[in-house]
């Protein structure tokens, strides 16, 4: 038995990265799921590892609300309905300072980040509401609580953004038996970190940022995301769940 069996989930940037281990892991749990993603090769290769009768691909653009009607519809059609959504999608962007950012660049990180989730809270709501029950986890970030010098303006911005969204929506939709939580992860040692730092500068980091001396696994993110998407949080709502290794315990 697993935590989420009979579950229907939507994984929003699920085809790589931390995103695909937190579409492999609701699996494992026994989660239906849809990927949606823009990257249709990586989705669709995934969805074929998974199993069709467990996981599809969708292509979304989560700064466009017709492709999340599209995504909900094909998630109801193919599944018949909609438990979870995990709104992992997000962009980084070049570490710069406040005067050095490209206009450009800080609207599309804003627009990813913080009004893709705005847009997919929205295009899922009216199915949870109608059917009086529902979890939605945001993916915020450590540099939604405090300063980040490994970022720049703009992801900080936005990942802020994304808790005052998560608890606007579940104050609203508490009496509806959805919960709304923001999970904010730390250094996680994705395939992309990996991929852009050297072993010393994973070591560096490890040993003078990060008070557990070294990076989290994505599977340890994943893990708190699959408890806010069970019944074993069915009272947990509009909270952030830190998951850094007590780095925001320190000012560095």
């Known amino acids: 038995m697993g935590l989420l069996d009979g579950k229907v989930a939507i994984i929003t940037g699920g085809a790589k990265g931390m995103g695909e281990f937190h579409t492999r892991k609701l699996v494992d749990e026994g989660a239906k799921v849809v990927i949606g ?40 059609d193919t599944f018949g309905t909609i438990d979870i959504l995990v709104n992992n999608a997000g962009l980084a962007g070049a570490i710069t300072g406040l005067l050095d950012i490209e206009e450009g660049l800080y609207k599309k990180i804003i627009d990813i ?12 709501l009216p199915t949870m509401v109608e059917k009086n029950n529902g979890s939605i986890i945001n ?51 994705t395939p ?7 072993k010393e500068q994973i070591d560096d980091v490890s040993q003078n940022l990060l008070p557990m001396k070294r990076f989290a696994d994505p599977k340890e993110v994943s893990e708190v995301v699959v408890f806010l998407a069970s019944d074993k949080a069915s009272y947990v709502s509009g909270g952030d769940y830190v998951v850094d290794g007590a780095r925001a315990t320190i000012n560095k």
């Not at 823009?38 to 292509?59: C, P, T």
């Not at 017709?66 to 995504?71: H, M």
């Not at 980040?113 to 899922?124: D, T």
């Open 192 to 198: 992309m970190a990996e991929a852009t730092l050297t």
């Open 37 to 76: 993603d823009l990257d249709a090769e990586n989705g669709e290769k995934v969805a074929r590892d998974i199993g069709e009768d467990k996981a599809i691909f969708v292509e979304l653009d989560v700064t466009n609300p017709n492709s999340w009607d599209t995504v909900v519809q094909k998630t109801k």
């Open 139 to 189: 993916i915020s970030s450590l540099a939604g609580l405090r300063h980040d010098i490994t970022v720049n303006p703009a992801y900080t911005a936005s990942k802020f953004a994304i808790r005052g969204l998560t608890k606007q929506a579940a104050y609203e939709f508490a009496d509806k038996n959805i919960r709304v939580n923001a999970v904010l992860p730390g250094a996680i040692l």
């Open 113 to 124: 980040n913080q009004n893709g989730i705005f847009y997919g809270m929205r295009a899922v």
